[in-house]
C-alpha cells in the first residue's frame, strides 16, 4: 500500500506507528532535533518526513513545541 505524502505527515508518532502496524506496513522511524536548539522542547514526537525506500515507509520525526493553552 501507497502512503501519500499528506497521510502521516503532522501526525503524533506513535498514532502514526499503531496506524503503519494495524496494516502491516514496515517501517523504521528516525528521531531529528532543530540545529538551533535554545532550550529542550517538552511537546509530542510528530511525523516531519515520509519517504518510501526498500519496501519500507522511512519516517522523520522530530519534538514539536506543546501548545499553550
Known sequence: MAFHE???LGM?????????HREGI???VEE???E???EPLNGPWRVIRQKEQNGKL???V???PALQQ
Open 6 to 8: 499528506h497521510l502521516l
Open 12 to 20: 503524533i508518532r506513535e498514532d502514526a506507528e499503531a496506524l503503519l
Open 26 to 28: 514496515p517501517y523504521e
Open 32 to 34: 531529528t532535533a532543530p
Open 36 to 38: 538551533r536548539l535554545r
Open 58 to 60: 522511512l519516517l522523520t
Open 62 to 64: 522530530c519534538r514539536v
